[in-house]
């Protein structure tokens, strides 16, 4: 069974850190981009953060460009997403994601990882 | 950045109804890569139909697609209970993907 497991998420202060994880099975882990996507209670989805099969190319949105870092170990078929100066507004469930080949869109999904930020 | 604007908010219809769903680009998107999802409350979102108009393995022929440049459709031919819930449209382009800000299919 293709299958996506976060974990990690937690409560932290603002301008704290946060590690998330994503393991990966029943698929060929090391051939597909993957991606994190967040959803802020009661809000829309939001695309985070993509990376490419190598760990070569890595794409951010601009929220939080130069405080979040995707990540990858194809060896042990995991996602990584590293938060930091997490502010109020980066509170929301984080997806893990598998890409569509050719279409790219979003075609596995993990159950998701809350991460809230608050004092 | 390109904006995807999806109406109406709300769309409020009764089991057995068509719906008909709107994407609007903020400029031309690929066909290949726009994309719809379903997700329901307290579960993850559910690929339904990639390049605008393919289905999503397991995607019931209920659910279609269409549209290109910068106006997409969902329809739904005949609503089944299981069906409401909020649907996202969602695009690729440059390095950067988007989200619309969903539809919600509520019963009437």
């Known amino acids: 069974e293709v299958q996506l497991v976060e974990s990690g998420g937690g409560l932290v202060q603002p301008g704290g850190s946060l590690r998330l994880s994503c393991a990966a099975s029943g698929f060929t882990f090391r051939t597909y981009w993957m991606s994190w996507v967040r959803q802020a209670p009661g809000k829309g989805l939001e695309w985070v953060a993509n990376i490419n099969q190598d760990g070569s190319e890595k794409y951010y949105v601009d929220s939080v460009e130069g405080r979040f870092t995707i990540s990858r170990d194809n060896a042990e078929n995991s996602l990584y997403l590293q938060m930091n100066s997490l502010r109020a507004e980066d509170t929301a469930m984080y997806y893990c994601?598998?890409?569509?080949?050719?279409?790219?869109?979003?075609?596995?999904w993990g159950q998701g990882t809350m991460v809230t930020v608050s004092s | 950045e390109i904006v995807l604007t999806q109406s109406p908010g709300t769309l409020s219809l009764s089991p057995g109804e068509r719906a008909t769903l709107s994407c609007r680009a903020s400029q031309s998107v690929s066909s290949s890569y726009l994309t719809w999802y379903q997700q329901k409350p307290g579960q993850a979102p559910r690929l339904l139909i990639y390049g605008a108009s393919s289905r999503a393995t397991g995607i019931p022929d209920r659910f279609s697609g269409s549209g290109s440049g910068t106006d997409f459709i969902l329809t739904i031919s005949r609503l089944e209970p299981e069906d409401f819930a909020v649907y996202y449209c969602h695009q690729y382009g440059s390095s950067l993907w988007t989200f619309g800000q969903g539809t919600k299919v509520e019963i009437k």
């Open positions: 994601v598998r890409v569509k080949w050719v279409s790219n869109a979003f075609d596995i």
